[in-house]
């Protein structure tokens, strides 16, 4: 059984940074494309970021250089560095894997306060 626990959110200002973690079971996270999910209320889930199997990454142009994404093979996590946070990435924050996604964790709450 695929679990994802999201951690890592809470309340920064703008300008600040939250550095976002997953911890994988029931999945080898080298051996998918791993992506970082937002929803903001009254919003569609979009995907703000992926890493592939040789670390790739991808990004929409809403956050392309404020957003990192990563992957330790080792602790079977993936992680996203968030940077120069606006009041509009206020969401909550999910991982899983792409294109097809998995039963999504609880995800973690993002408010960035303007």
């Known amino acids: 059984q695929v679990q994802l626990v999201e951690s890592g959110g809470g309340l920064v200002q703008a300008g600040g940074s939250l550095r976002l973690s997953c911890a994988a079971s029931g999945i080898i996270v080298r051996y998918k494309t791993m992506a970082w999910y937002r929803q903001a209320p009254g919003k569609q889930r979009e995907l703000v970021a992926a890493?592939?199997?040789?670390?790739?990454?991808t990004y929409p142009d809403s956050v392309k250089g404020r957003f990192t994404i990563s992957r330790d093979n080792a602790k079977n996590t993936v992680y996203l560095q968030m940077n120069n946070l606006e009041a509009e990435d206020t969401a909550v924050y999910y991982c899983?894997?792409?294109?097809?996604?998995?039963?999504w964790g609880q995800g973690t709450q993002v408010t960035v306060s303007s």
């Open positions: 890493v592939d199997l040789i670390r790739r990454t």
């Open positions: 899983n894997t792409f294109p097809a996604p998995a039963q």
